[in-house]
């Protein structure tokens, strides 16, 4: 998460204000035990706090005094058990041992203390999504983070976003996408990037692979730079990390760090392009005389009818 957010931070410098990218992070390797968005949480908590420490003015130093926040009361807390192991604590020391096993349990925030500052939002597919990271994620992220929703009656006062999130937006929300994005790049006067994270916009199910799904990918989808990619495969993995290139990597027990380079494209390959080049890396396949040839027309055509 933290390269994830390391790509990105470099992209929306080198872009300017208003920029737009995608992150793709899927480790499931075709498991569907759990849907994307499920299986994608911790990686979103970790990357959404990297960025903010990264991209938003005065989390970082927050973040400085929290750590030491907590790191002065660990100490205190061990003086207090010292003395509490020869003689009972005073009732002025219990109450401060209190407030110290307070700072330690929120991670040295002040609950009572509400960021002013400028803002991080993430909006979630539906509402009950987003009512749950508010329940769930607020000692995780930092206090710039504030939640919303695709669809339904929007209230957020927009003009201190500087960061947006769309985690795993999907078809049937293009069309609220699309709103958001126009009114948030129109009212956010400093807003920096907007990210799409695990996006599914175009379904053959909802938008179809005719003009309205073809316009779709046109107005919002095709433009976007995927700044980090990672894709679990049952024999390796796919990768990028912006600006390199997309990258196919092979088990390897041999390799250093367990894997092994077999592949390097400068653009994202379809699902049966990267099944031909583990083949033909691995003797299953003859190369093709010049490169993919027809097979790039075809794999175009599935990229189309896949899922985005």
């Known amino acids: 998460?933290?390269?994830?957010?390391?790509?990105?931070?470099?992209?929306?410098?080198?872009?300017?204000?208003?920029?737009?990218?995608?992150?793709?992070?899927?480790t499931s390797a075709g498991d569907e035990t759990f849907t994307l968005l499920k299986s994608s949480t911790e990686f979103m908590q970790n990357y959404v706090s990297a960025?903010?420490?990264?991209?938003?003015?005065?989390?970082?130093?927050?973040?400085?005094?929290?750590?030491?926040?907590?790191?002065?009361?660990?100490?205190?807390?061990?003086?207090?058990?010292?003395?509490?192991?020869?003689?009972?604590?005073?009732?002025?020391?219990?109450?401060?041992?209190?407030?110290?096993e307070e700072i330690v349990a929120n991670g040295g925030k002040d609950p009572t203390k509400q960021w002013e500052g400028p803002v991080a939002r993430i909006y979630f597919p539906d509402e009950g999504s987003a009512a749950l990271a508010r329940r769930d994620w607020t000692a995780i992220v930092p206090p710039c983070v504030q939640y919303s929703s695709c669809g339904g009656v929007q209230t957020q006062d927009m003009t201190k976003?500087?960061?947006?999130?769309?985690?795993?937006?999907?078809?049937?929300?293009?069309?609220?996408?699309?709103?958001?994005?126009?009114?948030?790049?129109?009212?956010?006067?400093?807003?920096?990037?907007?990210?799409?994270?695990?996006?599914?916009?175009?379904?053959?199910?909802?938008?179809?692979?005719?003009?309205?799904?073809?316009?779709?990918?046109?107005?919002?989808?095709?433009?976007?730079?995927?700044?980090?990619?990672?894709?679990?495969?049952?024999?390796?993995?796919?990768?990028?990390?912006?600006?390199?290139s997309f990258s196919v990597w092979q088990e390897d027990a041999d390799a250093?760090?367990?894997?092994?380079l077999i592949a390097s494209l400068d653009r994202l390959p379809s699902n049966p392009e990267v099944e031909d080049i583990y083949d033909i890396e691995n003797g299953n396949k003859d190369a093709p005389s010049q490169g993919f040839g027809i097979l790039d027309a075809i794999a175009d055509f599935a990229n189309g009818m896949m899922k985005l």
Not at 7 to 22: I, M, Q, V, W
Not at 180 to 208: C, H, R, W, Y
Not at 256 to 260: A, I, K
């Open 161 to 244: 976003d500087e960061l947006i999130f769309f985690f795993c937006p999907k078809a049937s929300e293009s069309d609220y996408v699309e709103e958001l994005l126009q009114k948030s790049e129109e009212t956010a006067s400093n807003l920096k990037i907007t990210v799409f994270v695990n996006p599914n916009l175009v379904d053959m199910g909802v938008t179809g692979f005719g003009m309205a799904g073809r316009l779709l990918r046109e107005r919002l989808i095709d433009n976007l730079v995927n700044t980090y990619y990672l894709r679990t495969l049952q024999w390796g993995a796919l990768t990028r990390r912006w600006p390199q």
């Open 51 to 100: 960025l903010s420490n990264a991209m938003i003015p005065g989390i970082m130093e927050q973040r400085q005094a929290e750590i030491m926040a907590v790191s002065q009361a660990t100490t205190e807390l061990k003086a207090l058990a010292d003395i509490e192991e020869d003689s009972e604590l005073s009732k002025e020391d219990e109450e401060k041992k209190q407030r110290l």
């Open 256 to 260: 250093n760090g367990g894997y092994r």
């Open 1 to 26: 998460a933290e390269i994830a957010a390391l790509s990105t931070a470099k992209f929306a410098e080198a872009s300017g204000p208003l920029a737009r990218c995608r992150v793709d992070f899927d």
